[in-house]
């Protein structure tokens, strides 16, 4: 599953970044928020979102800011599923890494990260076999601080396994994910993950070249 990647333009041409061939712009489907551009796979199971918001500006470092994001980006997904809030609180996200990243095509370099981490839902009570499905999400924040803005791209990715420690060996289903986490992990941060489903791989894929591509045309967008 390896995808091709033409540039594309976001918000009017005022952005423009690589994104795989073949995946359709949301916007032409349902309506879709003015500060928000999502593509969806052919196959509906990857997503990319690019949103603009308002820079986190309350918390002491680029970590947090992350963090925050994340949260309020699991908190909208939960709120779409409905559900009582003590079944909200029982979701269960885990972080397995978090780095720097470089967007290579802005000068002079910007704040950004990126991190992986999975989303499982609540189980319904009594348990099922197999346990609810869990969703890879890759999250990255490019921070722009006299814009007083962030960018988040978030990749989400499908993962029907019980565990986040599924390997391909235990599921041959093509959407299966394994993570291996190092002995030590830091606060704040996990160990590396490796990626040996092929959605993943084309998750990660997709990150690097908008890591690699993306580039900011007009930036009265800001404004």
Known sequence: MTSTFKQTELFG???VVDLPEGYIDVSTIRQ?????????SATGLTSITIDITERVSHL????DALKYHLDDLVSIEESSHGGSDEEKQQEQVRIWTIEDVKFEKLSPPLPALTLLCTITPPSPQPQPQPQPPSTALLLTLLRLP????DILITINIPHPSSTATTT???H???TTL???????EEEGKTGKGKATSPLMEEGMRIREAVVGTL???DWGLFC
Do not use: C, F, H, M
Not at 60 to 63: E, F, G, R, S, V
Not at 146 to 149: F, G, V, W
Not at 178 to 184: H, I, P
């Open 13 to 15: 041409g005022a952005i």
């Open 32 to 40: 879709v928020p003015d500060n928000q551009e999502v593509y969806l």
């Open 60 to 63: 002491p470092t680029d970590i």
């Open 146 to 149: 006299p814009q007083k803005t």
């Open 168 to 170: 391909a060996s235990d």
């Open 172 to 174: 041959p289903s093509s």
């Open 178 to 184: 394994a993570l291996e986490e190092e002995e030590e």
């Open 215 to 217: 580039e900011v045309r």
